[in-house]
Every structure is written in structure tokens, then in C-alpha cells.
């Protein structure tokens, strides 16, 4: 079986789970930007609780915008913010040090558009995790798919009242920085995992997927 999914800024861990989970991995490049959704925010754990990094954009509020021409805008250092959370977050995180190098330089290059800062970014992690996962773009838009590919597109988000049960992935426990203070907080961005496991991600990322 195959999925489609739409296109994330560090995605959750559930959003990896579907990385391991099916053959091939099919971005929607043809669909229009959705706001308050992961497509521009990502979910982190910071000394007070949650931390939402929000990447702000030009003429960000427009739905009907095609998602390829969403640009990004840069009338606040938000990139330095980004940064500077990631690291009083992450900073006394066990493998913090191991990835901050190969993450920093997206934080001081300006990207132009949202889709190719995200798709960048995503090869990195991929990357780091050391999977190799068969990933293809979209041709063009179907609203219905065929039979063996699985329409995932807005079902990963952070809206409660939007989300849909998934019976194939269950969140892993596993040490937060901020745990004794927070308790465990799940499916936060694939930053989380990262800093906190470093190589035991992928295995907790497999142990995630149910049957």
C-alpha cells in the first residue's frame, strides 16, 4: 500500500510512523495551503510546556493560495526565535550537541518559499534518522485516490477537534528533557525524538507502528 500526505515544517513522530509504514510516499504539491495546520508550525517541549514555532508568511491567511507558491515572510528575525527556542529547549538534551550542526544552517539561510524550506528540511531529517523512504510528488490533484494509495492529507494536525483515530500508530514513552516537570508530552515534533534518543529514534519510531 501507498499514502499521500501533505507536506509538514519538522513534522510529528506520527508523521514518520507513515514514512516506515508504506511503500511509497506520495507529497501533495498541487493542493492550496491550509492554515492551522503543521504545514508552517511544529510542536516542541520547552521549560514552561509546549512551544508552538510558527513560520509566518506572506499573505498567509489565504486558502486558496497553491501550496508551491506560499512564500515566507521575514519582517520578524522569526528564524532566530526558532533557533533560540530549539535551544534553551534542547540544549542539555543527551544528543543535542550530535545534531544542532547539521540543523543550525536552515536557521540563517532564507528560503523564499514554505514548500521548499519544509522539503529540505524533511531530507535532512530523513538523513539523520538514516531512512531512506520512497518519496514522490504529486502530478496533479485528486480528490479521489485509487484503491491503493491512502489519502493521510490533513489528518496529522494539531487541531483536536479535526483528528482522525489512527489504529496503526501508538506513541512511544520515552525520556523528555522537561519529563519530572511536564510529565511525557507525545507526538511532538521529530526534533523531541531526535535530541532526546538520538540513534534509538528510528527503532522508537518502528515500535510506534501497530498492526
Not at 156 to 177: A, N, S
Request: glycine letters at 4%; one cysteine or more; a negative charge.
Amino acid at each position: 500500500m501507498n499514502i499521500l500526505l501533505e507536506l509538514h515544517y519538522l513534522p510529528p513522530i506520527h508523521y514518520f510512523s507513515k514514512l516506515l509504514q508504506y511503500q511509497t510516499i506520495y507529497i501533495e504539491q498541487h493542493e492550496h495551503y491550509v492554515k492551522g495546520t503543521y504545514r508552517n508550525r511544529c510542536y516542541i517541549a520547552a521549560a514552561h510546556g509546549l512551544l508552538r514555532l510558527s513560520i509566518p508568511l506572506e499573505k498567509g491567511k489565504n486558502e486558496q493560495q497553491a501550496i508551491r507558491a506560499v512564500k515566507i515572510a521575514y519582517h520578524e528575525p522569526w528564524q532566530h526565535w526558532h533557533w533560540e527556542g530549539i535551544q534553551s529547549a534542547y540544549g542539555k538534551s543527551p544528543f543535542f550537541e550530535y545534531y544542532a550542526d547539521y540543523l543550525a544552517p536552515f536557521y540563517q539561510k532564507k528560503y523564499e518559499f514554505l514548500f521548499d524550506w519544509n522539503w529540505d528540511l524533511l531530507q535532512n531529517i530523513l538523513r539523520l534518522l538514516q531512512i531512506q523512504p520512497n518519496i514522490q510528488f504529486t502530478d496533479a490533484y485528486q480528490k479521489d485516490l485509487p484503491p491503493d494509495v491512502v489519502d493521510f492529507r490533513n489528518v496529522i494536525t494539531p487541531k483536536l477537534h479535526r483528528q482522525i483515530p489512527d489504529p496503526h500508530f501508538q506513541p512511544i514513552r520515552y525520556e523528555q528533557v522537561f519529563m519530572e516537570k511536564h510529565g511525557f508530552l507525545p507526538n511532538l515534533s521529530i526534533l523531541d525524538l531526535l535530541f532526546c534518543t538520538g540513534p534509538e529514534a528510528l527503532s522508537i519510531l518502528h515500535l510506534s507502528l501497530t498492526e
